[in-house]
């Protein structure tokens, strides 16, 4: 055998030996819990790492990188690490590694990107980077809400509300807790329904309110079935409801009718009553 020959199959071993000495591994994002996630709140996302039944690969590490807008909890580890023996002991030939994401309240809608080191034992560095996206929508919506009328009289106080986010919502209702502000007589939850984005309704209480705040409690459904809640206060001021015209006892139109009525009946048995004397 010649040298040139010999050389070939060095090489052609050494070749043969790396391949079946390599780890490879591939990391999937399976899971994304909300979906979208939401600004100011947490996402559950969890990451398959196919390959780890490799005994190449001597155990596998993956390491969740924080950066805008996705962080973890101070006392979360931020990397997993599953050693060598898995595959006998899971009896599967990936690992799944779940991570529960604090997402900023800033966090822009769209995708925004997570990226993820992993590696095999081989390598006591981390040297493969994969990013991820995940998607982000603000699904919540904001309210303006403020008195809009209140009858002394029938005491019975109205509300309107106004939706000022940019999402619809359903099963919209508020509920007036008990506060020493205001009494309220009966039922101390109103059904809205329904409120688009950019719209307003109203509605009514039987109550006996203050001067002064009046505290709220606004529950709703959003767009991805959540049911939420919001905490309003609402200033009430009793002087803007009084002295207005239409208080104002109005005279009704038949009380003059009956008035020019009863005067010229007057007039006429005055003049009866003078023309009879005459004839006598």
């Known amino acids: 055998m010649n040298k040139r020959c010999l050389l070939f199959i060095v090489v052609l071993l050494s070749l043969v030996n790396f391949v ?3 780890c490879n591994l591939d990391v999937k994002l399976i899971n994304q819990d909300p979906y979208p996630a939401i600004p100011g709140e947490y996402v559950k996302v969890v990451f398959q790492i196919n390959g780890v039944d490799n005994p190449d690969c001597d155990g596998v590490s993956l390491k969740f990188m924080e950066s805008f807008p996705f962080y973890l909890d101070p006392d979360t580890d931020a990397v997993t690490k599953i050693y060598g023996g898995t595959y006998e002991l899971r009896y599967s030939s990936y690992l799944l590694a779940p991570y529960n994401v604090r997402v900023d309240e800033n966090a822009l809608d769209g995708e925004n990107p997570i ?3 992993f590696s095999s034992n081989q ?26 009328d209140y009858d002394s009289k029938s005491e019975i106080l109205t509300f309107e509300i106004l939706n000022v986010g940019e999402n619809n919502v359903e099963a919209l209702t508020v509920e007036i807790p008990k506060q020493e502000n205001i009494i309220v007589k009966g039922n101390n939850v109103e059904i809205v329904g329904s409120l688009d984005s950019n719209e307003d309704t109203t509605f009514s209480y039987e109550a006996k309110p203050k001067d002064g705040e009046i505290k709220l409690n606004i529950n709703y459904n959003d767009k991805i079935d959540v049911r939420r809640t919001l905490e309003k206060t609402v200033n009430f001021d009793l002087s803007y409801f009084k002295d207005r015209k239409r208080d104002e006892k109005q005279t009704s139109y038949w009380v003059y009718i009956f008035g020019v009525v009863l005067i010229l009946v007057i007039i006429w048995l005055i003049r009866k009553s003078n023309s009879k004397k005459k004839k006598r």
């Open 20 to 22: 079946s000495a390599s």
């Open 115 to 117: 990226d993820l080191e």
């Open 123 to 148: 390598n006591s560095e981390f040297g493969y980077i994969k990013r991820f996206n995940i998607t982000v929508e603000d699904v919540k919506t904001d309210f303006e809400i403020f008195v809009e």
